[in-house]
């Protein structure tokens, strides 16, 4: 998708938020590309963005393994703003005595912010709460540089400018939800200061990604796996007008579906044209093999190892020579498969070897984006009434003890329970994703007359817009009553916990 002219560089220093910042200009209207320090001046020689933002990143600046950023994109003429780690490496190279480590702790979570004067802040309140998270900050402002935002009563620097060498730098960081301005930061800064162009239309883009895997297809086969979820049944639904016969749908019944997945999906792909096959006979195996670890890493492997197993089988069976995926700029991000950003959690579809050439046209993008996709493509009931659903499904969701066929059973009906309470009062479309899990901690109970020693059942609840943090989405407490009254009818559950904890630091999973 490189064709295009793209005005604006990102620069990633490693940060995980590094594509979130791509999502948020696209969300604006323009288009940009992520591209390694190393080879950011050689790009930017040949192709003349008319703006560069240095991304944030997880270590400090004066470190030796500091990414080797080349210093002539300062003499480039070209506006820079700097993002957490880019504003300090900013001040660094101007003056090496400008950072400082914070003393008590790293600052991590919201503050904040007061701004001044400047051209960055046009049309924002004089106090905006920002989301920070830096162990290093700005002490010594370098010459020629002015103080344009601070916070904690002055003492932190949260910004600074040097107008006359287009250069601008915030400590925060704006392109995330938390930070309160609505992009609006951004935006001055590509169309104000830099003069980009609105050109990124959804519909083009659609087109492209079509085009771009047509031709990396060629004359061979695809296969894609689609899981019921939004994003690889949209997919499905992009690319099927344009491969026909060549692309080939799976939908693997790994046993750890939601109630009613399968149906469901059969459904949706009649109505999309989507040539698929529902292969049902490798579930035992799966439950087998991921019930052999409590451990959420060998949980995930041993089910990827699975799902890589049936894959092949299924590959060779139409002679594929591609696998296409519908993974996200967020799983990339997370499998530490996005440019420097650090390993979080191994996603089941991360990386599997499968000998197939792997195509992964929705790699650019977030949910929410794809979510848009699928309302252009008509595909509404995937997501109304349908939240997102992980690959590994409700392996996920049974915690500390092994998965077996009975568990999935109890957390596959709890689930369904909950999703349709929180229908019934209008809650579940406004809620991002609903987690109902397994604890495999045996507490104690009454029941009747008789004592219980069973399991507890976690309800978690969350608003996000792309799942690089999320907030705890709260359920009142009716609802609450109303949810823990029907699961502990089931005779094995004791207790139901509810779980609104924000991400950072707790994932949407429990896994
Ligand atoms: P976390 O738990 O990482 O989840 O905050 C973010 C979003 O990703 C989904 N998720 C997965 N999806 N395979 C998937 O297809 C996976 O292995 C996987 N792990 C998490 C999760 O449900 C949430 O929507």
Same mark, same amino acid.
């Not at 992980?390 to 059973?409: A, D, M, W």
């Not at 604890?439 to 009454?446: D, I």
């Given at each position: ?26 969300? /604006? ?18 192709? #003349?963005?008319?703006?560069?933002? /240095?991304?944030? *990143? ?31 490496? /900013? ?47 700005? #002490? ?38 938390? &930070? ?5 930061? /951004? ?12 050109? !990124? ?11 771009? &895997? ?6 061979? &086969? ?10 690889? &049944? ?160 409700? !392996? ?51 029941? *009747?007359? *008789? ?22 989405? !709260? ?37």
């Amino acid at each position: 998708m490189q064709d295009r002219a793209i005005q604006i560089l990102i620069i990633d220093l490693g940060s995980q938020y590094t594509q979130i910042i791509r999502r948020s200009l696209r969300y /604006l209207g323009f288009h940009s590309i992520i591209i390694s320090p190393e080879k950011s001046l050689e790009w930017a020689k040949i192709n #003349k963005p008319k703006s560069i933002i /240095l991304s944030g *990143g997880t270590i400090n600046i004066s470190d030796a393994d500091t990414p080797e950023i080349p210093k002539e994109i300062l003499g480039l003429g070209v506006p820079i703003l700097g993002i957490c780690l880019g504003m300090q490496w /900013l001040a660094y190279i101007h003056d090496k005595n400008a950072i400082q480590a914070i003393k008590e702790g790293k600052s991590y979570g919201p503050v904040e912010v007061s701004l001044s004067e400047s051209r960055l802040f046009k049309n924002l309140a004089k106090k905006i709460s920002a989301w920070s998270s830096h162990g290093d900050s700005v #002490k010594n402002v370098p010459a020629g540089f002015d103080i344009i935002a601070t916070s904690n009563n002055k003492k932190v620097i949260e910004a600074i400018e040097c107008a006359d060498k287009k250069l601008w730098a915030v400590q925060f960081h704006p392109e995330v939800e938390q &930070t309160e301005d609505e992009n609006i930061i /951004l935006n001055n800064f590509a169309s104000d200061i830099c003069g980009c162009v609105k050109d !990124y239309d959804k519909k083009n883009v659609i087109e492209e990604i079509r085009a771009n &895997t047509k031709k990396i297809l060629g004359s061979g &086969t695809a296969i894609i796996g689609v899981s019921g979820g939004v994003d690889s &049944t949209t997919l499905a639904a992009i690319l099927t007008p344009i491969l026909g016969d060549k692309l080939k749908a799976f939908m693997i019944d790994t046993g750890g579906m939601r109630k009613d997945e399968i149906e469901k999906v059969k459904k949706i792909a009649k109505k999309s044209g989507i040539n698929l096959e529902v292969v049902d006979k490798y579930k035992n195996k799966f439950i087998e093999s991921v019930g052999q670890s409590i451990d959420a890493e060998k949980k995930r492997a041993h089910f990827r190892e699975v799902y890589g197993e049936v894959f092949r089988e299924v590959a060779r069976s139409c002679n594929a020579t591609h696998m296409i995926q519908g993974t996200l700029a967020t799983d990339l991000i997370e499998s530490g498969n996005a440019g420097n950003s650090a390993l979080i959690k191994t996603h089941h579809n991360v990386d599997l070897d499968l000998g197939l050439t792997e195509i992964m046209p929705l790699s650019d993008f977030f949910k929410f984006e794809v979510r848009e996709f699928a309302r252009e493509f008509g595909l509404e009931e995937l997501l109304a009434g349908r939240q997102p659903f992980p690959g590994p499904g409700l !392996y996920l969701r049974i915690v500390g003890v092994p998965v077996s066929s009975e568990l999935l059973e109890i957390v596959r009906e709890a689930d369904y329970e909950v999703a349709e309470i929180l229908k019934k009062h209008n809650l579940y479309d406004k809620i991002a994703q609903t987690i109902v899990a397994l604890l495999g901690v045996n507490t104690v109970g009454v029941k *009747g007359d *008789g004592r219980v020693y069973g399991y507890s059942i976690v309800v978690r609840t969350v608003e996000t817009v792309d799942f690089m943090t999320v907030k705890g989405f !709260y359920l009142n407490k009716e609802i609450c009553e109303e949810i823990t009254g029907a699961l502990i009818k089931h005779p094995k559950i004791v207790r139901v916990f509810y779980d609104f904890t924000p991400k950072p630091p707790a994932t949407t999973e429990f896994e």
